[in-house]
């Protein structure tokens, strides 16, 4: 679907759900898979902490839906929500999850040297577990800002928009990121080319 | 097909009766922050006139000539208002970041014109000659932060040249008697050459002077001016 038949559909479901409860269930079923799968993505929160972060970044939309500015794309509102409730839930708990996302995405990969000598020794699942694992052990911003990035695909407007930063700090972070990103992979994976 | 988790959210919405906010919520919140900006910058210039205010009326750019002592010279700064100044600016700087958008803007350029804004109010303001008016009541309140008690901050320090006070008695072959702030009597020596312009010394005129103490003569202090200037009929020495 294109950017902009987002944008419409979007705007005609919070038009829908601004003046009844029930139409507010077809934003939770379109946002639903994406926001967990984002939740999961920027905090090493379980699987069922995650769905109850989902659950809250949901009520507060709903509670939130008509100071909705229509200047910026929904979804990049509804992430804002549910990265802040994220951020809030995860600094709650302080606990480090060890119950890891199993499937886990590969474009990070790239990012790291050697990438693919070891993409061809090893599997997608163990791929997956490494760059979560590196991930993991980046700081917030920078884990943060290569997810939305590399893994939802987010441009830098966009990022700037959930993350309530100015686009050039995006870009500065994200730079900043990789670099982090590819020294914790070489720190966590010495021999690329085993 | 309507999720587990949409039939949930929508359950609990309706059973613990979730409201929306209302349009006039978000409008209310949105205004506080302008209302702060509008607040911060208003009080961020008037933090720039009172110390320009208490700039003009201890003459530092005619103490720089004498190049008072670092600690006589930060002491003489209205810290207080620049402080407010700055404080003030960042809070500014902080609102319009809170506003819808307002995150677009780094924190260095809000910074940076809410800084030029107030800077440029607070001279407008200083220009049209409000600095007394809006001096007094602090003046009133808190003379330790007064125009005043900073021309003494600057000027009372005979240790370092600098001296103040009220010719008392006739100038006679080169001197005079002089009571500064702390009335404490003083015997001034001068030359003709030291006076600066538009000044006479004469019994009940206000000076400012550079120079340095010297010995005492019969118990009476003595400051061998190497200029006098004019200074303003102060409140202290009101009789």
């Known amino acids: ?194 | 097909m309507k999720s587990s988790l949409s039939s949930s959210v929508v359950s609990a919405i309706k059973e613990q009766h979730i409201a929306q906010h209302t349009r006039g919520y978000f409008v209310l919140k949105r205004s506080i922050f302008w209302i702060l900006f509008g607040i911060a910058m208003l009080l961020g210039a008037k933090a720039v006139l009172l110390t320009l205010h208490v700039l003009e009326a201890e003459d530092l750019p005619l103490a720089m000539r004498q190049a008072p002592p670092i600690i006589v010279f930060v002491r003489s700064l209205p810290l207080l208002w620049i402080v407010s100044f700055a404080l003030l600016s960042l809070v500014a700087s902080w609102s319009v970041r809170a506003l819808p958008k307002g995150y677009k803007w780094s924190l260095h350029k809000t910074l940076g014109i809410n800084l030029l804004a107030s800077l440029i109010l607070g001279i407008a303001l200083f220009a049209m000659g409000l600095g007394p008016v809006i001096s007094r009541p602090i003046e009133r309140m808190a003379p330790g932060f007064s125009a005043e008690s900073h021309r003494n901050a600057l000027w009372m320090h005979p240790e370092y040249g600098f001296l103040r006070g009220r010719i008392i008695e006739e100038p006679k072959e080169g001197s005079c008697l002089l009571r500064d702030p702390q009335n404490i009597q003083w015997l001034v020596l001068f030359e003709e050459e030291d006076l600066g312009r538009n000044i006479r010394i004469q019994s009940g005129a206000f000076v400012r002077l550079y120079g340095e103490v010297e010995e005492d003569i019969e118990g009476l202090r003595v400051f061998e001016a190497e200029r006098i200037v004019p200074d303003r009929p102060p409140r202290w020495l009101h009789d």
């Not at chain 1, 038009?15 to 926001?35: G, K, S, T």
């Not at chain 1, 928009?161 to 020294?183: E, N, S």
């Open chain 1, 1 to 194: 679907m294109q950017d902009t038949d987002h944008i419409e559909r979007d705007r005609k479901l919070v038009h829908a759900a601004r003046a009844n409860v029930d139409a507010f269930a077809n934003i939770v079923d379109c946002y639903e898979a994406p926001l967990l799968r984002y939740i999961l993505r920027i905090s090493s929160l379980s699987h069922a902490e995650a769905e109850e972060v989902l659950q809250e970044t949901f009520l507060s939309c709903w509670k939130n839906l008509r100071g909705y500015d229509q200047s910026l794309p929904f979804r990049s509102w509804l992430y804002r929500i549910a990265h802040n409730q994220t951020i809030s839930t995860f600094r709650k708990k302080k606990t480090r999850n060890e119950e890891k996302q199993e499937e886990l995405d590969l474009e990070l990969f790239d990012l790291a040297d050697g990438a693919e000598e070891l993409g061809v020794r090893l599997d997608r699942k163990e791929r997956g577990k490494q760059v979560y694992d590196v991930l993991q052990n980046l700081k917030a911003d920078h884990r943060e800002v290569l997810v939305l990035r590399y893994l939802e695909g987010y441009d830098y407007e966009a990022i700037s928009d959930i993350l309530r930063k100015p686009p050039g700090t995006v870009a500065t972070l994200l730079r900043r990121a990789k670099k982090a990103f590819q020294q914790s992979w070489k720190r966590l994976h010495p021999t690329p080319t085993l």
